[in-house]
Nanobody
């Protein structure tokens, strides 16, 4: 069964840090780039960061220099280290795995709330 399970969200003050984790089924993780998206109430879901199977990364301009995406192939887990958090980072964060077949798998999300 394909599963993506996020964890690590919570409430943090502005300027603080959180690390999100996404544990993936092995069959997905080996074959797919992995991404983190976020969606704030009333907004569209947006890409935050992605990492390829080879470790290449790209980031949304709004998080460059503050967020870092990484993957641990031994643990089938992708991480999002978030530093210098701002109130505008408040959102539900989703992990995804776009497959070559065209199917994209999504986790259920983890809520990040940044207080000012």
């Amino acid at each position: 069964q394909v599963q993506l399970v996020e964890s690590g969200g919570g409430l943090v003050q502005a300027g603080g840090s959180l690390r999100l984790s996404c544990a993936a089924s092995g069959s997905i993780f080996r074959l797919s780039a992995m991404g983190w998206h976020r969606q704030a109430p009333g907004n569209q879901r947006e890409l935050v960061a992605r990492i390829t199977t080879g470790g290449s990364t790209n980031y949304a301009d709004s998080v460059k220099g503050r967020f870092t995406i990484s993957r641990d192939n031994a643990k089938n887990t992708v991480y999002l280290q978030m530093n210098s958090l701002k109130p505008e980072d408040t959102a539900t964060y989703y992990c995804n795995a776009p497959m070559a077949s065209g199917i994209t798998y999504w986790g259920k999300g983890t809520l990040v709330t940044v207080s000012s």
